[in-house]
């Protein structure tokens, strides 16, 4: 923009994916505003902002990295390498994420959005205006209402060549932006949600379970996971139904928790004195799922949960937020302008998005019923098998997600085709009894995947 005047930028949601938003245009020197209904989270404790544990992968990292943040925000987050699964007697399996060495990091929502906010407010050419929440937007004029949460009389207009929603899931910029013709908004949630517990360091001041993996307790229609925190603590989160024989709606007692731990959870009661207190203290959130389009008009757009809200069964939702400004700020880089780089970017990111909120919804499934059967985990080893011996051509769909750039919409589409093909293998006679050996996996390769075909 040299000899120019200088773009401005206003990005209202100053959370996880607004911020690294501001850390991309900034860098490319647009002055960037960025509005924000909670207070300075620079001067908030854990306590009083609401966090929940994200698991940071390949393409968060991807953004982080193209910043120069990988190592500010190393430690910030916990390598976890591996799926630790509880059954319902407390024994354990374990089932790598990767390759060796390969993990998905475990961090909290307020400590990476305080790292992101500290770091993007030292550039010169970013501004931050907390307590201040955006109404709506005008999108002919690129104005926005907002108010002062600290004076509410206090209200303004706030306008920029640029404006971009990154205000969640509950985008109030997408809602002004559902007013007009030919909008599309499609939202639904699913009929479970999710309680937050907290478990506390043991006694020996230390963590309380393997720190380097994350746990999963999967009962079939419902599941538990937990997190580890720096603190030795770990964030453990039930997804439970709403309604029904056993939901939230069914217990009620303090009792009824008790006995419903004690039946599916038994290695946490020990650990987990007080979980009965926690699950009358600590709210039940829903999980939605947000499709719309367009995300541009006329230099207003959307980017991160705005955009595209996605349930969290992948651990994707904010890396896809991080991929889409990584993206955005590339095409800034070929495009030359900003204005040129929008139409692509909701292009390209769209069927990425809608992509990831498929196999997302698909990975609940997965998570809480699969993974603890004896088949799933067998079609899992030939899989893994396939991976080893013909590396180029078989990358599981998984590895494709989370420990790749591979567009979302190709990882679905080669998983459908490996699905097809181990569907049919877990059809061959004795193959439960059968010894995996290289030889055997040579042979099923050469009898059900196509040859040379890239996967
Ligand atoms: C239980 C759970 C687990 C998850 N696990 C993972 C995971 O493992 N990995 C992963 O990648 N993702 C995960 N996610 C998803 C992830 O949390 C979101 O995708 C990510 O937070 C989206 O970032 P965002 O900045 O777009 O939106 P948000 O994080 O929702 O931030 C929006 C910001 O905008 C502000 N705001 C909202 N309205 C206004 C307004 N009117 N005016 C001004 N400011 C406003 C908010 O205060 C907030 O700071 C999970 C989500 C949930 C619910």
């Known amino acids: 923009m040299a000899g120019k ?9 100053g959370g996880l994916v607004g911020s690294l938003l501001a850390l991309f245009l900034g860098r490319r020197g647009y002055r960037v505003d960025v509005y924000e209904k909670r207070p300075d989270i620079r ?4 306590e009083e902002a609401r966090s929940i544990n994200l698991a940071l992968s390949d393409r968060g990292w991807n953004a ?4 120069g943040l990988e190592d500010e925000v190393k430690d910030v987050g916990l390598p976890m390498y591996a799926r630790a699964m509880h059954d319902i007697e407390g024994n354990l399996t374990y089932q790598p994420y990767g390759k060796e060495g390969q993990a998905i990091y475990s961090v909290t929502r307020f400590s990476l959005n305080k790292r992101l906010v500290s770091i993007a407010a030292q550039m010169p050419n970013v501004y931050y205006h907390f307590n201040a ?6 999108l002919k004029r690129k104005e926005a209402h907002v108010t002062n949460l600290l004076n509410t009389e206090d209200e303004y207009n706030a306008g920029a060549d640029y404006i971009f929603g990154a205000d969640g899931a509950f985008s109030n910029i997408r809602s002004s932006m559902q007013r007009s013709d030919r909008f599309d908004y499609q939202q639904f949630y699913i009929e479970h949600g999710y309680k937050e517990f907290h478990l506390n360091p043991n006694e020996a001041n230390d963590w309380a379970l393997e720190n380097d993996k994350l746990h999963i307790w999967p009962r079939g229609t419902f599941m538990m996971i937990a997190l580890p925190n720096p603190d030795k603590s770990f964030t453990c989160t039930l997804f439970f139904p709403f309604n029904g024989p056993l939901s939230f709606e069914s217990i009620k007692t303090k009792e009824q928790v008790s006995e419903f731990f004690q039946t599916y959870f038994k290695d946490l009661v020990g650990i987990m004195p007080d979980h009965a207190d926690q699950y009358f203290r600590n709210p039940t959130s829903s999980l939605v799922t947000v499709k719309c389009f367009p995300w541009v008009m006329n230099n207003v757009a959307l980017i991160g949960d705005a955009a595209h809200a996605i349930v969290p069964f992948f651990g994707q939702g904010m890396n896809c937020g991080f991929e889409d400004c990584f993206t955005l700020d590339q095409l800034v880089e070929q495009e030359g302008t900003l204005e040129a780089a929008l139409p692509k970017y909701q292009l390209s990111r769209k069927k990425s998005a809608d992509a990831i909120a498929d196999l997302a919804l698909a990975n609940f499934i997965e998570m809480r019923d699969s993974v603890g059967n004896p088949r799933f985990l067998l079609r899992k080893k030939i899989e893994a098998g396939f991976h080893r011996l013909f590396p180029e051509q078989w990358i599981p ?8 750039n591979v567009p979302y919409e190709d990882a679905l589409a080669s998983g459908r085709l490996q699905d097809h093909y181990l569907s049919q293998i877990m059809e061959v006679p004795g193959i439960d009894k059968a010894e995996l050996t290289d030889a055997y996996l040579t042979q099923l390769w050469s009898d059900f995947v196509a040859e040379g075909r890239k996967l």
């Open 397 to 404: 769909m998984y590895t494709q997600v989370t420990f790749s």
């Open 133 to 138: 929440r955006i109404n709506s937007v005008n």
């Open 43 to 46: 001067y908030t404790t854990i």
């Open 5 to 13: 005047k200088r773009e401005t930028v206003i990005v209202f949601g």
């Open 64 to 67: 982080l990295r193209a910043l």
